[in-house]
């Protein structure tokens, strides 16, 4: 795709829930080691009835790329449980509220559209890099994709840069010590171990170079 349109949106939406569902173990066994062990379970279940949600919804393509990615945020707020489900819903109607009207996003303004989706996430999180969270894969990853849009690149590459960011990001993770959510709760002992929500944010990220791809 040359740009990012709602049928993307759909689709990455329907890609993020595929490959939560195949490593939801891998984000159970994150989350046991220093959460409550419902990651996986709550992205696999939250994420199936926003896909379902969004395939019943009629999303003509006169519908603003803004009004679609709000209908995300809101589906996420009411399907995706725990800590993680209202942040990554702020962050879709923050991306939501700065794509406004258009129907379509280039790099540029996926890179505008998801940094005020992020600003968003910090606003209800207060999340700052290190903290071992979401925040610590999704941050670069928007970086990335800003830096590389101002080069001129392409959505595919672009994307596929803030994928790599992304899976840096979630590596470093690991020697952080937790300082938002329950893994704070753990002190010294959050050291070691990935974060789920940066592990599943990851995820995101990957999905959407994937739709962006195809
Ligand atoms: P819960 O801890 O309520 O069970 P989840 O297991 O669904 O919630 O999600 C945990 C993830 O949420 C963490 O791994 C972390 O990435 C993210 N998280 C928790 N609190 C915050 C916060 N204040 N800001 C950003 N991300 C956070
Ligand atoms: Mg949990
Ligand atoms: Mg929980």
Redesign the pocket.
């Known amino acids: 795709a040359t740009a990012v349109t709602n049928e993307v949106i759909i689709d990455w939406l329907a890609r993020f829930h595929d490959i939560v569902a195949k490593q939801r173990a891998y984000l159970t066994e994150l ?1 046991s080691a220093i ?2 062990a ?2 996986g379970v ?1 992205m696999d279940r939250g994420l199936a009835q926003v896909v379902e949600m969004l395939q019943r919804q009629a999303t003509g393509p006169d519908a603003s790329t803004g009004a679609l990615l709000q209908h995300v945020g809101n589906d996420l707020l009411t399907s995706l ?5 209202p ?1 990554y819903s702020a962050l879709f109607l923050g991306a939501g509220a700065a794509a406004g009207e258009r129907t379509r996003l280039n790099a540029d303004e996926l890179a505008d559209s998801l940094r005020a989706g992020l600003v968003e ?1 910090v606003r209800r ?3 700052e890099s290190g903290d071992k ?3 610590d894969a999704l941050d670069p990853a928007v970086e990335i994709l800003r830096k590389a849009a101002d080069d001129g690149a392409g959505l595919g590459p672009a994307t596929a840069a803030a994928a790599a960011a992304a899976v840096t990001g979630r590596e470093a993770t690991a020697p952080m010590l937790a300082r ?4 704070s709760y753990l002190g010294e002992r959050s050291i070691g171990h990935v ?4 592990a599943s944010a990851t995820m995101l990220v990957i999905a959407l170079a994937e739709a962006v791809a195809q």
Do not use: E, Q, V, Y
């Open positions: 989350d959460g409550d419902d990651h709550n449980g725990g800590a993680a489900g942040l996430l999180g207060s999340s969270t979401m925040f938002k959510g329950r893994a974060d789920p929500g940066a």
